[in-house]
């Protein structure tokens, strides 16, 4: 069993020849820090015992590319699309936007998002969220006095 101390010099060791695999592979930099947490978690709970600093480097990658494999192949990824193709983010105050945007309560993020990055009318969120068409109207609103304030707060 790794001590608190082995754990932590074998992290500082490999965690960027992890990252670097894993996002090599899988083009995501949140996926790529999953596969990390779960290479160590692995690590920790295997307690394998190597034979050399070669030993380890190599079934440290090849968890790796099994770790990247399996969620390649996995048939949540392949219906999941990356948040950035959702959000395009072309600078760093929309990516502020967007994160105040995340930390609205859900009923306000669903007509905001609709609204304003797929482009749709009250009327056609209404159809989609089966809401009456003033209760759009007000959800909008109230939305965009939260984002106003929110907004505010952080200048």
């Known amino acids: 069993m790794y001590t608190k101390l ?3 010099e074998i992290v500082t060791k490999h965690e960027n020849r992890i990252y670097r ?3 090599a592979i899988t083009g995501n930099k949140s996926d790529a820090e999953d596969i990390m947490q779960d290479v160590f978690l692995t690590l920790i709970q295997k307690s394998p015992s190597f034979e050399s600093d070669e030993h380890e480097t190599a079934w440290i990658i ?3 590319v099994n ?3 399996s969620l390649l192949r996995s048939s949540w990824y392949k219906k999941s699309e990356p948040l950035q193709d959702i959000y395009p983010v072309y600078d760093s105050s929309q990516s502020d936007l967007i994160h105040t945007v995340n930390t609205l309560p859900k009923k306000y993020k669903i007509v905001i998002y609709l609204h304003y990055y797929e482009g749709y009318s009250t009327k056609e969120i209404a159809a989609i969220t089966k809401q009456k068409e003033s209760t759009v109207r007000s959800q909008l609103a109230r939305a965009r006095k939260l ?3 929110y907004l505010e707060e952080d200048n």
């Open 147 to 149: 984002l106003k304030a």
């Open 62 to 64: 090849r968890v790796t």
């Open 67 to 69: 770790r990247c494999k």
């Open 21 to 23: 695999t894993a996002i």
């Open 6 to 8: 082995d754990i932590n």
